[in-house]
Nanobody, 123 residues
């Protein structure tokens, strides 16, 4: 059983920065993929970015060059550094994990384990 707990959300002005954290516990694993997703009110959940076990990252076009994913492997914490935030980045942000490599790292159906989310509001 894998538990994922997000933190670090909040309210920020446009152009500002936030860093989200996702603490993983339980049956954690060294291989596989972890990702960040977001869901704005009235919209479908969408992939933001992912990090797989060999360090490869994938980002949605809307956040490239602004968001960076990293991981502290010793502490099992996944991070999402968000810079140059825009009002359209306002959403609930979710962490997801899958114990094996996934062919489509920004696709929701690839992940079995999800956190409860942390709210990001940009005004």
């Amino acid at each position: 059983h894998v538990q994922l707990v997000e933190s670090g959300g909040g309210s920020v002005q446009a152009g500002g920065s936030l860093r989200l954290s996702c603490a993983a516990s339980g049956d954690t694993y060294s291989s596989g993929c972890m990702g960040w997703f977001r869901q704005a009110p009235g919209k479908e959940r969408e992939g933001v970015g992912s990090l797989d076990s060999d360090g490869s990252t994938t980002y949605a076009d809307s956040v490239k060059a602004r968001f960076t994913i990293s991981k502290d492997n010793a502490r099992n914490i996944l991070y999402l550094q968000m810079n140059s935030l825009k009002p359209e980045d306002t959403a609930m942000y979710y962490c997801a994990a899958e114990p094996s490599p996934v062919p489509q790292p920004l696709a929701l159906h690839e992940y079995r384990h999800w956190g409860r989310g942390t709210q990001v509001t940009v005004s």
